[in-house]
């Protein structure tokens, strides 16, 4: 099947703009995760969801930073007012309950550049 | 901080020759996992040990786990060109919420 999806592959934006990216995880997979890889670093974790729910929004790094999921599939990660280090590749990544919700598939990421 | 930490940052290898990479961490972890990232890429789930494990093999990858001291080591045999990409370690800590990843070592196998 197809595996997780994410849109736009790249985004060039404006300091102070919004922006939103998208994630498609792969059908049936309830656990959806967003991650921010800074330019040769680690990823670095920003929020969790359990269904449309999320548990664990621990690592969004300030209030610009918001993140949905509906219907249990597609979510949507905002970014308001960007600012340049936000600048990074954000990645998505689900898991499913029969994996025992270990092992992550991720998605090809989407490369935010702020000017 | 939990982040694990990866070395070498960066292995130069020829081909057919074997690459080691190792991870340490700091906090009790219920399994260990590497990834893989190739240039432009999403990452790439390799294999998962769990804690009560010490070592595991996956055709031309063993990784070992030492929970006493808080490591585990990736060995990949015979690399090929392909395997050029970066390697991160990753693990849960207290629950299966997030990951918490390595910085990564980034391998280049020379042909």
């Known amino acids: 099947g197809a595996g997780v999806s994410q849109s736009p592959s790249n985004k060039v934006t404006e300091k102070g703009k919004d922006v939103e990216l998208r994630c498609d995880p792969i059908?049936?997979?309830?656990?959806l995760y967003w991650y921010r890889q800074s330019l040769g670093q680690g990823l670095e974790f920003l929020i969790y969801f359990q269904g449309n729910s999320a548990p664990d929004k621990s690592g969004l790094p300030s209030d610009r930073f918001s993140a949905e999921r509906t219907g249990g599939s597609v979510s949507t990660l905002t970014i308001q007012r960007t600012q340049q280090e936000d600048s990074a590749v954000y990645l998505c990544a689900s898991s499913s309950p029969g994996l025992g919700y270990h092992e992550q598939y991720f998605g090809p990421g989407t490369r935010l550049t702020v000017t | 901080s939990q982040q694990g930490e990866e070395d070498p940052q960066a292995l130069s290898i020829q081909e057919g020759e074997n690459a080691t990479m190792n991870c340490s961490y700091k906090?009790?972890?219920?399994?260990l996992q590497w990834y893989r990232q190739n240039s432009g890429r999403g990452l790439v789930h390799l294999i998962l040990?769990?804690?009560?494990?010490r070592e595991k093999h996956s055709g031309r990858l063993r990784v070992t786990l030492d929970t006493s001291k808080k490591s585990s080591s990736l060995l990949i045999t015979a690399s090929r060109a392909a395997d050029t990409a970066s390697y991160f370690c990753a693990f849960f800590s207290g629950g299966y919420n997030k990951l918490i990843f390595g910085a990564g070592t980034r391998l280049a196998v020379h042909p």
């Open positions: 059908s049936g997979h309830t656990a």
């Open positions: 040990i769990r804690s009560n494990e």
């Open positions: 906090t009790s972890i219920n399994n």
